[in-house]
């Protein structure tokens, strides 16, 4: 049975005038804790919800930085993290890029790595990485905790961006973090009730609903990429494929990115990821040179492998 969505938005305080457990809905509410809990089960730590992905991150940063903190963020991952990260140097918050495939720089002192990394799906050399006594974030958005509990390999904070796989239906802007820190799980609530980052019941619900078929998504998603990977590692028009060997992410090169995304009519030509039906875009029109320019980035859905591969292979003949 789903919890249901509640949106009351201010509860009444208690008998004696004091505010109760729920009292105004950007601390929190009902729907949003019912979310919460059954996340925190299956990452093995205490979620938070957070408006966005990027609102999450937000939080994190605001909650754990200083003017002088420097933020290692590991080279290639999602693009936000670093442009956010750049935004934040006008209050003297310093960013340094780094190959999470192997130790962090010394003077970070907080160290934000992504299992696996979007869209070059680099992964994290963990024995490196919490070596440091940096704080430890990892974005485990592309894994999930059907692939990875982030807080048993030694993050101390995990985020992720629920509008991709943990929702799974393009329908919901989400956000979370997990930790095993009750202070540092306090800092986060505080930024996030204070800059007013709050998600709402009804994306609440959708996390709901999405955990309810996570692990059937995901293994079935995994399936379907592992295939495609396959055949596309043996296609001569395709010069690189990346696939870390679980999720529904590929990303590949070819020499003709524009018509191969414009070309597959089962495959949406859009942003995003995670989702049940397969969506690929360029990332060069986002990221620039960070990137190759001839990357594409697949996330496969719930069609049948056939029907993605006779597409794929169709738009690469030409
Ligand atoms: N982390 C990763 C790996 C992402 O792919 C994204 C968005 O694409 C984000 C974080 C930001 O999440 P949101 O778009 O929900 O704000």
Redesign the pocket.
Known sequence: MSAPVDRTVVWPFDEAGEPAAYFYARYAHPTGVAAEAALGALEGGDALLFA????A?TAILLAFTESGTTVAVAEG??Y??STLVRALSKYGVKLIEFDQTGPPPAEAAIVWV?SPA?PTLSMPNWDAITSTDALIVC?A??ATPVYLRALDKGADIVIH?A??YLTGHHDA???VTVSRDPEKTAALQQARTLYGAAASADTAYSLLRGLDTLEARLRRQTETATELAARLAAHPAVATVRYPGFGGVVSFDVPNPRHVETSLPSIRNST??GGVSSSIESRHRWEGDRIPEGLLRMSVGLEDVELLWGDLKAALAN
Do not use: I, P
């Open positions: 966005s992905g990027m609102a991150e991952c999602y936000g993290t992504e979007n974005d958005t592309l961006s509008t991709k802007l989400l956000g995003s990821l």
